[in-house]
């Protein structure tokens, strides 16, 4: 009885430790939406800070991303033909080949990327900056770390992971078109016939708000992550292997839903 | 300079152009650029048609169903799209017929036979037909049934192929003999040698009447000389048948007179039966002979055309 009450309990907590994170989470988001309604938010310092953040986050890994992008689309591409050809599906292999990589895989794989590289920076900075008070000491000199620490971040990240896997899906296009149809203006017909037939609308919409989404979830959490933070040292570890746990479902769950809503 | 702020502001100008870059080529792809070409189907049922289902021409895609209704007289009007640049594949004379495969969507497949034909106006309203494999099966599948009845009824153990084919052996294997296919045709390679045997023969004889007509060729040329020739053998015989003739004569007068007698002595000797049995007797062998004379008279002058009236007549 008393093992059934506990358990019970323990899953209580649990439940209540997430709906508190997320709490905390759109909590904060909601505040970093309301400042950026406020026109003071629109000042240089802020627009300096966001700068930073895009050339930290895009422009200083643009080489090593790119090179990346180039490797995964020219393996995929190929692996895909050379099925598509084998089953007689070669028809499809170009409508595929963007579909996987353009609207799938290389989202998902920049918005990793960047997770990895700068949502783990952000996570230990804000982590630091929490348990060394420096917080504190900003907001007492009338320097609200919302509006020049986080909301930048923010805006940072959805730029970077859209601009990124905009670049990397351009790249992939061009990568797909000399694939299949080498170096000619030949295939240019074809190949605008089905990238009109793929990019409607609602697709070109959805991959914007999903690419948004990720950059979202790679600096928003790991931002609450870092401020969740207990003001000791050796606490710091924990909260960016929580916070990065944390950017990985929400990636993934971003993923799933947009194929649910895609082609369910 | 801000050494950052130039690389960021490089790289947010690049990525904005090639956005709008972008873009503007999917808008164009889109046919955002361009007039819409829009067609209404008349079709029995809208079975297997949707929106988005293609509107296929040679089949390259250059339209697609947007919405599919009933109009107030409970046909099925079906509503298509196509860019402008592709309205010219669609003439008067061009044919829609939706297509059901097995494996795949259904499609809405254009035919043109004639591309001068007169474009299809904006809005026109065509016919949509249906070619629905599915339905041709059952009739198909019975009339597979009856071939394959029949192939079998054909091919069953004591079947006519088969015996044609154990003929075709026999000949094949005969034809692989030493006499090849003509012991194929003959049936034993005893009658086959005997037919090569025979045209060895005949080559032989053909070679020996050869020889022989260069002689006669000889001969002939003797023979002409020989019968011809002055004091030869055709001025002798002439000779010796005018001589022949004289005899004959004679003889023809001597009968004439024995005719007579006979006569007389028939009249004296009338009553006279022995007598004139006798007289009978000796009238037929008269008869005979001059029978003989004549015969030989015609044969002569069948061989020497000089006598004119060759019959020895009695009386």
Known sequence: MNFLAASIESLGAKVVGWFTVGYGMFAFLARAGLLLLDRTTWNRATFDVVVKQVYFTAVQILHVFMGYTLVISWLIITIILSTARDFGLTEFASEMTIRVLVLELLPFLTALFIALRSGSAINTEVALMKVNSELDALAHCKVPPMQFEFLPRLIGGVISVITLAGLAGLLALLMGYLSIYGVSAAGFEPYTRTIAKIFDFTIMAGLIVKCALFGLAVTLIPVTAGLETPKKLFMVPVSVLRGMMRVFFAIVAIEVVSLALKYI | MNKLHFKVGLFTAASLLLAAIFIVYLLHARGFFEKTFHLQLAAASADGVAPGVPVVFSGIEIGRVT?????????????????????????????????????????????????DAPALPDNATMLLL???????????????????????????????????????????GRMTGEYGVLEGVLGSPEKARAVTDSLEKTRALITKLDGLALKMDGMAAKTDQWLFAQDGMAEQTKASLAQVRLMLDDAQSSLKKADALMSNAVDISANVKEGTQDIAALRA?????????????????????FARDPEVKLP
């Open chain 2, 67 to 115: 919405t599919l209704g009933l109009n107030d007289s409970g046909g099925i009007i079906i509503r298509a799209e196509f860019l402008g640049r592709n309205a010219k594949w669609l003439r008067e004379n061009s044919t829609f017929t939706l297509d059901k495969p097995f494996v795949g969507g259904a499609k809405i497949r254009v035919e043109s036979p004639d591309l």
């Open chain 2, 130 to 172: 249906t070619s629905d494999i599915s339905k041709e099966i059952p009739a198909l599948v019975e009339r597979v049934k009856a071939i394959l009845a029949n192939v079998e009824h054909l091919t069953r153990k004591d079947g006519e192929i088969n015996a044609t084919l154990a003929n075709v052996k026999t000949v094949t």
């Open chain 2, 285 to 305: 062998e008269i008869d005979d002979a001059v029978r003989k004379a004549n015969a030989l008279v015609n044969e002569i002058n069948k061989k020497w055309p």
